[in-house]
């Protein structure tokens, strides 16, 4: 949360869509090379000011630019950066949140939302490979050559887990953190009533927990053995 590692994190992002991947530690350098004279710097600022709005507004769910955009985007928005929280894919959201239209960007995040879901439970994609493979999209949809969803999902089509894989992977998955195990389930319930909007399920965590499936401290009136316990809780 330190501001000027923020900063630095942004101008790092901002320099990825318009030359592709850098990493922290090649970023001056990198600047150094292109950006050469007095036209050239303030260009660059110029585009980094436009885009900060953009930048903010993909780490705040309620930022007036989601206005437009719906409650379920502001939903997956606060997904992919509140609970998913996947790092590699920043540069993607930031790229999409600052080039596409409403339309299609709404698309995009959910797609996002999905990849991420299957990567994290089908433990595919390591965080090198993601890393390259999310800020080349971002480099694509900054430079415009990609500017639809489904030219993204293309891109990505054969790398993310299939249905047959990701329901494998979820039927034996493991969660450690509650934060996402509260996720997925509330998402489980919702796609089993049908997502009517009828019955919502609580985001209210001092109202409902995760022990209401088994409690996270073993006592003899469970009904059960403690090897029992112990195997259904790790």
């Given at each position: 949360d330190d501001p000027d590692e923020r900063m630095v994190e942004y101008l790092r992002h901002y320099w990825t869509l318009e030359n592709g991947l850098t990493r922290q530690r090649d970023l001056a350098t990198s600047i150094k090379k292109k950006v050469k004279n007095a036209a050239k710097s303030l260009a660059f600022l110029r585009g980094a000011k436009e885009a900060v709005a953009d930048y903010a507004a993909i780490f705040n769910p309620e930022h007036p630019k989601w206005k437009s955009y719906g409650a379920s985007t502001r939903a997956d928005i606060n997904t992919l950066t509140s609970i998913i929280n996947i790092e590699q894919i920043v540069p993607l959201v930031f790229a999409v949140a600052n080039r596409f239209g409403v339309k299609e960007a709404r698309k995009a995040f959910r797609l996002f939302v999905v990849w991420s879901v299957r990567f994290i439970l089908g433990q595919s994609g390591r965080a090198g490979r993601l890393d390259k493979q999310y800020a080349e999209l971002a480099h694509a949809v900054g430079e415009?050559?990609?500017?639809?969803?489904?030219?993204?999902?293309?891109?990505?089509?054969?790398?993310?887990?299939?249905?047959?894989?990701?329901?494998?992977?979820?039927?034996?998955?493991?969660?450690?953190?509650?934060?996402l195990a509260r996720y997925y389930l509330m998402e489980f319930e919702r796609a089993r009533s049908g997502g009517s909007g009828e019955l919502e399920p609580s985001k209210d965590v001092s109202k409902v927990n995760l022990e209401h499936v088994l409690p996270q401290a073993f006592t003899k009136d469970l009904g059960m053995s403690k090897p029992e316990f112990d195997d259904l809780i790790t």
């Open positions: 415009g050559r990609m500017t639809t969803a489904k030219e993204l999902r293309a891109y990505l089509e054969d790398k993310v887990p299939g249905d047959e894989a990701f329901s494998r992977s979820v039927a034996t998955a493991k969660v450690s953190k509650s934060v």
